[in-house]
């Protein structure tokens, strides 16, 4: 079970991957089990050094009671110290941008690949879509010419 991020790689240069844990509440790990979580639209930003992701959408459990979560709380993100600096001083000094890329369980626990990233410009938008067209057709003409 992955969540995709797919906008992320037409909308950002993405410098670097990191991994990173996410602490969830009881009922919020249900919903994503159930598939009931987008990470479009959401970022991460560096706070009290700690990273905390923001606009997540999960779900509420449709069997959970009172005591179920609110659908797009900040989260905290779990990293190492270094890579907490580093992240932090690619945003502070480069101006880029922490964008989940993907989530997927590892070991039966909930892991967010996060991408240190760069946005792009319309033309360079402009250019992977032209880029993506050119390979479309390449292919379609090699398997015409089988």
Do not use: W
């Not at 919903?31 to 987008?38: L, P, V």
């Not at 110290?81 to 502070?92: D, G, T």
């Not at 250019?127 to 090699?142: F, G, H």
């Amino acid at each position: 079970m992955e969540i995709l991020n797919r906008k992320a790689k037409f909308d950002y240069f993405i410098e670097e991957e990191i991994e990173a844990g996410i602490v969830l509440t009881g009922t919020e790990i249900k919903s994503i089990r159930a598939g009931k979580c987008n990470i479009k639209d959401c970022y991460g930003i560096v706070k009290n050094g700690e990273v905390f992701l923001l606009n997540m959408y999960i779900a509420p459990y449709e069997e959970g009671n009172i005591f179920n979560h609110s659908e797009t709380r900040s989260r905290k993100l779990l990293l190492h110290k270094k890579e907490i600096k580093k992240i932090s001083q690619a945003i502070n000094e480069q101006g880029l941008t922490i964008v989940p890329l993907k989530g997927y369980f590892k070991d039966n626990k909930f892991k967010i690949l996060l991408g240190i990233c760069k946005g792009k410009k319309n033309y360079d938008k402009r250019e992977t879509i032209k880029e993506r067209d050119i390979k479309r057709d390449v292919l379609k003409n090699i398997k015409n010419y089988k």
